[in-house]
């Protein structure tokens, strides 16, 4: 979205999209079963199934205005996010009533950035708004209820804001019951209606002031002769005649027409609610009370057609009849469907459910909901609703399941995407942790092995202990290749060519026993990615699959197979995922003929540090390596068995690179460039500061560099910096960690540069240089990641200082 002229920051970020109103079928249809039943339980019941009301809100209650002069300027990112995450659409106003800025959800709800209180609304809502604007001003706050915005039912509330209270903070969200109207209204002129009218139930709505809202199409041709016309907003009383024994027939057909039942739903509250009418045949004449095998039929009809999961048991406690959403949501067997309820059930469940039906069929007149457990998923209870039923034939309760499969599965990939969010901050936190100390380890050992020479007692220990401590270091890499801050080097480059890079490696990780064949598809378009990496992905998920390969049979071995294809908007939008974006890409298959994943372990396997293998043969950061290059990559990776055969698939998809909205041509294949010619001579001269807040990693550097010929001043953070340079000439060379306490590197620098605009710098950190990049892009500036040998800091130290 782009920024408004006026604004002070750029406009709210992408908001999350609104949980809107569902269920108005569900909940129109079950009242109609009310007004047959008469009971509130059952409407207890069929509402609480028929209704799915999903909305979240998160409001930016106080903004800060412009800074005046001399004070630091407001920062904006806060109020962006909360307003970006909100369900609401939000606006901010100045005094000159001014649009100050505006959430996506405001762009689409009024089809651009029109300032409030001018809205898309009628000439009444307009004024009314700009009452509210002026309340707002004079009251702190005030609001509308009922606003009609470009066909959406809408209430606004207006605010004062910020430090001065010169903002208007507008909020505009769905009116619940307007919009639950307006979808009854919708459905019974639509799709909805004619179900209904082909199970002989004619339907109207009717508004406060008695005139017919909407229609369907079997009440229209009853009432009016004829299915088309217009009917609205005509009286719906004008239609209906009553003779002296107080039946009711339509006025057309006179009084020898088939008498009607009328049901009078209320599924609004309010005295300018409006009413569904629907109306039955009364083929008793209106003799018998109870509904007979004409309506018992409609009944079974209208079940049918329920979009909700409903049930019909008899007095025995047997099913009479269950509708497809109830099948689907218990996982029924068409071939051997369930006798009982109790069938469907784990039995710790069976006895509760049938007190809890015999209880109602005896005349229970409340309604209950239990949490139940299906046999077949038995760790995902369901919530089934259970009601007593009057007057409808056989049945005598009646049963309600709420299909909760896709809202688990969605809640399981939020908690799955959050944990690996978690686990990832937490890695990259220790890997920075870890970093420090080994860079002490390292740094102690090559300070020992120059007072030893091979040969002596202690070399090859120390040797042993460098050794291992290089070890930890590619682990902590690890670590921030799956915490996704590792520095890549992307480049614009075909699939295919990384794959052939690495082919020739493949074959001799794989061995004899096991089979690689490569196929790419046509019309691949070019990803951008880090070819390294990318190819470290590759390996990683192909030594995988030749460990599960021998596995399963350690002299046959298996196949390994890699496809590349291109995958469209189309192809995505086919795959129905609520995790892959809309957009091209570019698959890379990897599948194996192993003994697959086990259903349990599939959602651990990208977790760092789980493995499956034995104590010392893993260290169970292959996968979590492979997922955060992808994402950090920008793309997607999923995981499952192979169906159509045995072994397990690993998809990742890359999107397509474009530029400026055209697809960019991979660069030609190009020599890595060779590194920096490191100098011969490290002994150097001149003056060091060095910034470290751990002691370990600050006396390690301070002897290196000292042993170097330097003179090195030291400090333990930005601020003793700071105090160091104003009682000390001016350096040759700072080098500073980049996180410390009370004032960070980037902080301290950008003081110091005021003072010594061409002093160089040299920051070091155990973070990567890519999630650091933002805070250390400066002028003359170099980087040395920890952990780093003696060697190496004073290559880097005398690299910095060379003359250019």
């Given amino acids: 979205m782009a920024s408004l002229p006026t604004s002070p920051a750029a406009s709210f970020g992408p908001a999350r999209t609104a949980a809107l109103i569902a269920g108005g079928c569900g909940a129109a249809s079950a009242l109609i079963i009310l007004g047959l039943v008469g009971s509130l339980a059952i409407a207890s019941a069929f509402l609480a199934t028929g209704l799915v009301i999903a909305g979240g809100l998160v409001a930016a209650r106080r903004l800060f205005p412009p800074a005046r002069p001399g004070e630091v300027e407001a920062d904006w990112t806060v109020a962006r996010t909360l307003a970006a995450s909100s369900a609401d659409a939000i606006a901010i106003t100045d005094r000159a009533g001014r649009l100050v800025c505006a959430n996506d959800r405001y762009e689409t709800l009024f089809a651009g950035f029109p300032t409030p209180p001018g809205l898309p609304v009628d000439d009444a809502g307009i004024d009314r708004l700009s009452a509210a604007g002026r309340a707002a001003w004079r009251d702190g706050e005030a609001g509308v209820d009922r606003l009609l915005a470009r066909g959406t039912p809408l209430m606004a509330h207006v605010e004062r804001a910020g430090r001065d209270e010169d903002l208007l903070v507008w909020r505009f969200r769905g009116a619940e019951g307007l919009d639950l109207a307006s979808s009854v209204e919708g459905m019974i002129g639509g799709g909805t209606g004619d179900r209904l009218a082909a199970a002989g139930i004619m339907t109207a709505l009717i508004g406060p002031d008695g005139r017919i809202r909407a229609a369907n199409r079997v009440f229209r041709a009853r009432a009016m002769g004829h299915e088309e016309g217009a009917i609205t907003g005509r009286d719906f009383a004008r239609f209906l005649i009553t003779d002296s ?92 469907p369930p006798l009982y309820p109790g069938d469907l059930l784990v039995r710790e469940d069976k006895g509760v459910v049938a007190d809890a039906i015999r209880r109602f069929a005896n005349g229970a007149t409340h309604s209950t909901d239990l949490a139940v457990r299906l046999k077949d998923h038995p760790d995902e209870p369901v919530a089934l609703s259970i009601a007593g039923a009057r007057g409808l034939g056989d049945a005598a309760v009646l049963l309600s399941l709420k299909d909760n499969g896709e809202e688990t599965r969605l809640k399981r990939e939020v908690a799955q995407a959050t944990k690996m969010q978690a686990v990832g901050q937490l890695a990259g936190g220790v890997a920075h942790d870890f970093n420090n100390i080994l860079t002490a380890i390292i ?42 801050q590792q520095t890549l080097r992307p480049q614009v480059l075909q699939l295919p060519d990384v794959i052939s890079e690495v082919s020739n490696l493949l074959k001799r990780l794989l061995g004899e026993t096991v089979a690689l064949t490569v196929k790419h598809g ?46 469209s908007i189309a192809d995505v939008r086919k795959m129905g995922s609520d995790i892959l974006p809309i957009a091209d890409y570019i698959a890379l298959e990897i599948a194996d003929t192993g003994s697959g994943i086990p259903a349990d372990i599939l959602p651990k396997i990208f977790e760092p540090f789980f493995t499956t293998k034995e104590v010392g043969k893993g260290t169970g950061l292959g996968l979590s390596t492979v997922y955060g290059i992808v994402k950090q990559s920008g793309g997607y990776i999923f995981a499952d068995n192979n169906k159509a055969g045995p072994g397990a698939i690993f998809t990742i998809y890359l999107p397509v690179h474009t530029a400026s909205g055209v697809i960019e041509a991979p660069a030609p294949a190009t020599v890595r460039a060779a590194p920096k010619e490191k100098p011969a001579d490290l002994w150097g001269t001149g003056t060091i500061l060095l910034v470290e807040d751990e002691d370990m990693v600050r006396a390690v550097a301070e002897r290196a560099l000292s042993r170097q010929g330097y003179t090195v001043l030291t400090a333990e953070h930005g601020e003793a910096a700071l105090e160091v340079l104003a009682r000390s000439e001016k350096p040759d060379l700072l080098i500073s960690d980049v996180m410390m306490p009370l004032m960070d590197g980037p902080t301290m620098v950008r003081q110091v540069r005021q003072r010594y605009p061409d002093l160089p710098i040299l920051f070091m950190s155990g973070y990567a240089e890519e999630t650091l990049r933002k805070s250390i892009d400066l002028d003359n500036v170099q980087f040395l990641a920890k952990p780093f040998s003696v060697q190496q800091l004073a290559e880097a130290a005398r690299s910095v200082l060379m003359p250019k």
């Fill in 245 to 336: 024994h107080g039946l009711v027939r339509f006025e057309r057909e006179g009084l020898t027409g088939t008498p009607l039942r009328v049901l009078q739903i209320p599924f609004l509250e309010g005295e300018d609610a409006p009413m569904l009418i629907a109306l039955l045949d009364d083929e008793g004449g209106g003799e018998t009370p109870a509904i007979g095998a004409s309506a018992s039929a409609h009944v079974r009809s209208l079940v049918s057609l329920m979009p909700f999961g409903m049930a019909l048991v008899d007095r025995d406690g047997r099913f009479i009849q269950m509708n497809d959403a109830f099948a689907r949501a218990a996982l029924v067997d068409a071939a051997a």
């Fill in 443 to 484: 740094g102690h050992c090559d300070l020992m092995l120059m007072r030893h020479t091979p040969g002596d007692s202690d070399y090859d220990d120390i040797q042993q202990i460098r050794a291992n401590s290089n070890r930890a270091a590619s682990l902590t890499r690890q670590l921030l290749a799956f915490s996704r």
């Fill in 522 to 567: 046509r019309n691949l378009g070019p990803v951008r990615a880090d070819p390294g990496q990318l190819e470290q992905v590759v390996v990683n998920l192909a030594v995988n699959a030749r460990d599960a390969m021998l596995a399963r049979d350690p002299r046959g071995g298996g196949t390994l197979s890699i496809q590349t294809k291109s995958v």
